[in-house]
């Protein structure tokens, strides 16, 4: 999944979190049970006997991007493919998603100028619902479908052209037959200017720029960069790995060589999860934009998207990125749970496990910078106690209900808290099942026993799978309790009963601080205002949900060192004039707040020096990944 704010631990709080801790807590309601998971709602179509193509065959993609269509930025896209000839239409859908970013996009909203051509013909179209477009052939032949698609968007499941470069994803441009099935192999063409680059996990054909793949699925699973960009490759772990980077020249020197080595420290840590690399090649492909506030990447089956601020660049927080999507790999776009097996593409595939997905993936990012020895325990020690406290700051929220939520960016703050919350859970069944061990079992062996018995067979997992392989692990102890109060249910995570059991502890400062009552987070626009609290400082000074904060008094919002100054800088300043500079609309206005201090409990996570020989084994093992 693509969003990753930045830890307070790494960036010095790069965006505005200090403000976001005040929020109203409803009293939790009776938790119902999840019933079994209904199947998907049918899609809503036009005529029912209309969803189905008729059928097409050698289906080939032609993408141009030069430095003429960079002006306009756009794609001009265009497939060809045959048909048999018949009165039944032709039906070309784009998806409304593209998989790891869980939220309805509409990639059919950036297309424009669609035509359709026989030979020398114009063929007769018109669309048979919002992504979806009906044409109709008028003999056997090759059929050529031709549009523009507007890259004006900086997402990484989207597309964002300059002049001198264009990122896309296939699901923004590649049209699929409707009704049938994702089994059709494709070859993908590129035009472009002679000296730019094209960088993409798609196999390359024999012909320069052109690529193949043998299913939809990987056709769109794999992103393309056309242009300029700085390109090199190492082997990390026996795999070519290939670091694209745009602009040119950004990403360089020490900077570039700090990535480098951070990669080639944290693959070999998660690879021994799962005792095998399942790549040929594996290309990083990163964006570094100064407009761009904190950092997120998407995730694909060899390679991955990440966009980030240049602030980013040699800290830790790029690799911790790095190694989440990289992680991915294999639990996700490989070890998957059964409601996204397969991907469908035509509307939303909601699951109650990407507390899996996400939260355990970033357990392991962690895991990977300390085992890899590119952070130590005590960084690790407070990214934890970072995610304790982003928890208790937010509503009690159940891991299989946040992860369900996220389709629709809840505005509670909780769209995002499967990825810390599931972090946390990981650690806890982590932990639980080395005590039931004596160390010797993991969660390495959840997931590695997962993989093999669910994604080699070609399937999703399950909850039965799931739960199975953990109560297996731990020695046959039953998990039904941990899934009823801390997965399906809202009862805060048992840290003060788990932890001691490796060793670790959870302390609480109080700490007194200034706090504005609201929560932002980042977009493109920059750190927009999601949530303001009633009666707090934000809503006094009459900030609004939407407007895009860029100073607190004379401290800049994108200040890398933003969070604590701004505790330092008023925490003596109770009821001092505070100036809000924001941008709403096209207008840039201050606003005048008042600073109130507010008291806080802060988590801290330290190793117990009392702890028994036990507890330091499985702390150890944590920490080292062993067994
Ligand atoms: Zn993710």
Redesign the pocket.
């Given at each position: 999944?693509?969003f990753h704010t930045p830890t307070a631990a790494l960036l010095g709080l790069l965006v505005a979190v200090p403000a976001a801790a005040q929020r109203p807590r409803p009293t939790p309601a009776p938790t119902p049970r999840r019933a079994a998971p209904a199947p998907p709602p049918a899609p809503a179509r036009g005529p029912a006997a209309a969803v189905r193509s008729a059928p097409i065959a050698g289906i080939r993609y032609e993408i141009t991007f030069d430095s003429a269509t960079a002006q306009s930025r756009t794609l001009k896209v265009a497939m060809s493919f045959d048909v048999a000839g018949g009165s039944e239409p032709v039906l070309l859908s784009l998806p409304i998603w593209t998989p790891?970013a869980y939220e309805v996009s509409n990639f059919a909203r950036w297309v424009s100028h669609f035509s359709a051509s026989e030979g020398t013909r114009a063929l007769r179209w018109d669309k048979l619902d919002p992504d979806t477009w009906r044409v109709h052939p008028e003999r056997a032949g090759r059929v050529t479908v031709s549009f523009d698609y507007l890259a004006d968007t900086l997402d990484n499941a989207m597309a964002w052209a300059r002049p001198d470069f264009v990122l896309f994803n296939g699901t923004n441009v590649f049209l699929y037959p409707e009704g049938r099935g994702f089994d059709f192999p494709a070859v993908v063409s590129v035009r472009t200017e002679p000296t730019w680059r094209i960088a993409t996990g798609m196999r390359p054909a024999e012909e320069p720029g052109t690529f193949g793949q043998s299913n939809y699925h990987d056709l769109v699973d794999m992103p393309f960069f056309i242009g300029r960009f700085d390109y090199d490759s190492m082997v990390v772990d026996g795999r070519t790995t290939r670091l694209a980077s745009y602009p040119a020249g950004v990403l360089t020197g020490p900077g570039r060589a700090a990535l480098w080595d951070q990669i080639g420290k944290a693959v070999p840590v998660l690879a021994k999860v799962f005792q095998e690399t399942p790549w040929d090649r594996y290309t990083v492909m990163t964006i570094f934009d100064s407009g761009y506030t904190g950092g997120s990447a998407l995730?694909h089956q060899n390679s991955h998207v990440g966009i980030y601020s240049p602030q980013f660049i040699g800290n830790p927080l790029l690799a911790s990125i790095t190694a989440?999507?990289i992680f991915?790999a294999w639990n996700v776009k490989r070890l998957r749970p059964a409601d996204l097996v397969p991907y469908v593409y035509d509307r939303r595939e909601p699951t109650p496990w990407l507390w899996v997905s996400?939260g355990i993936?970033?357990y392991y990012s962690d895991l990977a910078l300390v085992r890899g020895g590119i952070v130590d325990s005590s960084l690790f020690f407070m990214l934890t106690a970072e995610k304790i406290q982003g928890v208790a700051d937010l509503p009690p929220t159940a891991l299989e209900d946040a992860s369900v939520s996220t389709w629709i960016d809840p505005v509670d703050g909780t769209h995002y808290l499967y990825y810390q919350k599931g972090s946390l859970a990981g650690l806890l069944l982590d932990i639980l099942i080395r005590d039931a061990s004596d160390n010797r079992r993991s969660l390495d062996d959840v997931l590695r026993e997962l993989y093999r018995t669910t994604y080699k067979r070609g399937r999703g997992f399950t909850a039965a799978d799931w739960w199975g392989a953990v109560s297996r692990a731990a020695g046959g102890r039953s998990f039904a309790d941990f899934n009823a109060r801390y997965v399906d249910g809202r009862e805060p995570l048992p840290y003060g009963a788990v932890f001691p059991l490796a060793g670790l502890r959870v302390a609480a400062d109080t700490v007194r601080e200034p706090r504005l009552g609201l929560a932002a987070a980042p977009d493109s626009a920059g750190v927009r205002v999601a949530a303001v609290q009633p009666g707090g400082v934000a809503e006094e000074a009459g900030v609004k949900v939407g407007d895009v904060l860029l100073a607190l008094g004379d401290l800049a919002i994108n200040d890398p060192n933003f969070g604590p100054s701004f505790r330092t800088r008023f925490a003596h300043a109770e009821g001092q004039e505070l100036p809000i500079k924001l941008r709403r609309g096209a207008d840039t206005l201050t606003v005048m707040g008042k600073v109130r201090l507010v008291e806080r409990v802060e988590a801290r996570v330290e190793a117990d020096p009392a702890a028994s020989p036990k507890a330091v084994r499985i702390r150890n093992g944590i920490l080292k990944g062993v067994p």
């Open positions: 999944m693509p790891g995730e989440h999507e991915h996400e993936t970033d």
